[in-house]
């Protein structure tokens, strides 16, 4: 039974964890959402989702007048599409994730050490080297080691919408 709450702490950590999404097109008008587009886009590997539902990868883009200029591939070959014709852009911050899963990861992971599943001897007897707060202690260090990783892999979205 405590590896089933083990199992279900870890699993709500790798959901919700740090997976968050920043919607810019809800903050600024459209001139502005360029502006920011240009100025934090530039070198991040970005998803493009066309108005026709059709996706891909690009390493760059930039925005000038009404035209994104996207980088292909590493020997930068550089194409253009009308930002009419673009839904939305997607990029990941994986290092803007790693305090949201620091803090959650100690959380969960104090919670499951004052709960007793972390550091119980298996033969369920009086242990003197067992002390709660200990585990609570050494649940949150391990949470928080764990959250931070988790935060890192799953990453930051922002989603800039254009043609919404």
Known sequence: MKLFY?????VFLFIIGCSHTY???KYYSKEDLKKEF???APSKVLKVVLTNDSSFNVFKGVI???TMYLNYNSTNTIKSIP???VN???YKNHWKSILPGFLLGGIVGGTLGTAGLLGR???GGNNPKFDQFTATIGGALLGTIV???VGYIIGYKYHFQFNP
């Open 6 to 10: 083990l199992t279900v702490a870890i």
């Open 23 to 25: 919607e810019v097109s």
């Open 38 to 40: 240009n100025r934090s």
């Open 64 to 66: 000038v007048n009404d």
């Open 83 to 85: 930002v009419s014709t």
């Open 88 to 90: 939305e852009v997607i």
């Open 121 to 123: 001897p298996k033969d």
């Open 147 to 149: 959250g931070s990783v």
